[in-house]
């Protein structure tokens, strides 16, 4: 069984890695295209459009250079974790039955780790080269934008570049799914990605040794705050088969294999091999800090959307920042003052509820130095 823990630790390596580089320096460039060579002054749509190409061309060469970098990364982190969460599964699953595993059985899941690892790789790649796609696109349209403001004489010139800096900021480093429509930030698309492939990989692998030896009971992982739908079932033994009459069928009471069940969207929960005897209950307390675990479910949500709003208001700084403009603009004063008040919001929050506070979901994704608030 592969720890969660561990599938966290893949996800922040990699999102924090290679692919943070790549998006620091494509943002980089599009905010700073939109300020300088005069394109605000410019009447001519011709000038607009070759400058979007030329963005154009800059960005994919950037993904480009990264790709290769980011795919290696990624190959290795993955295959590794899924390597030894499967090597601890032999581990315990050798000494009950007190034989060794089968020939080559080690090397099939070496072979299912670095498939998975390949996989993961290929689609990241495919979200880095959306997330381009998406963002020059987005770059044309905000700089129309600013244009169009600048000639009718509406607004202050640092005023339109805060706002169009801002925007771009804001959607810039996303990546659409076509199908659905839905847009994610690139770094939340690629944890998403990392925690459901890896999570069904390593799922895939357990089973497979649970059948190798023949063993049919399991038990799923369990942590404090888990979504109420997940909760009724983690920490519980089940009979793989549904052939052991004092267990129910794993399957049909976890949903494993479908979207909102085990191991579907976005589910941290994982599973490994159970014995007779154990205790069919999660070792969890009752409450933590005071709340149950509905309510600390609803509290990490809660500062999921500080961190969100954090992240979202730094990367409007320091895109005004990267276009030129002073601390002293009215936009930055007060965006600096709002980035205060969701961080004092979200001390409240830890003050009042005992959570931990996790600096790193507060950073900025794609920008390389951080603001600071005022009025904190």
Known sequence: MIDPEDIDRVAAGIVGGYEREMAQRIFTQLVRAIASGGMLTTRDIRLLEQAAALNAEAVRGIV??????????????????????????????????DRAVLPGSSALAERMARETAEGLAQIIARENIRMAEHAVA??????????????????????????AVARLARGGLATIDYRSGVRSNLDVAVRRHIVSQMGQAAG????????????????????????????????????????????????????????????????????????????????????????????????????RRFERAIRAVKADIEAMRLAGLD??????????????????????????????????????FGVAVQPRALGR
Not at 328 to 341: E, T
């Open 138 to 163: 987005l770059w044309h349209d905000v700089t129309a934008q600013a244009i169009v403001e600048w000639n009718h004489g509406s607004l202050a010139r640092d005023r339109i570049i805060a706002q």
């Open 204 to 303: 895939r692998m357990s089973m497979r040794r649970l059948e190798e030896y023949g063993h049919d009971l399991v038990r799923t992982s369990a942590h404090f705050g888990a979504r109420p739908s997940h909760a009724t079932w983690q920490g519980r033994i089940f009979s793989r088969t549904g052939t052991s009459p004092d267990y129910p069928d794993f399957y049909a009471a976890t949903g494993y294999g479908t979207g909102p069940g085990l191991q579907g969207w976005n589910c941290r929960h994982t599973f490994g091999p159970a014995f007779p005897g154990d205790p069919d209950t999660p070792d969890l307390p009752e409450r933590v800090n005071g709340m149950t675990s509905d309510e600390y479910y609803e509290a990490t949500q809660k500062q």
């Open 327 to 364: 601390h002293a603009a009215a936009d930055m004063v007060s965006a600096r003052l709002k980035l205060g008040r969701y961080q004092r919001g979200l001390r409240e929050l830890i003050r009042e509820t005992g959570l931990i506070r996790r600096p790193d979901l507060e950073r900025a």
């Open 64 to 97: 480009l250079r990264y790709r290769a970098r980011i795919s290696q990364q990624v190959m290795q982190l993955v295959a590794e974790a899924l390597e030894a969460a499967d090597a601890r599964d032999v581990v315990v699953l050798s000494r009950l039955y």
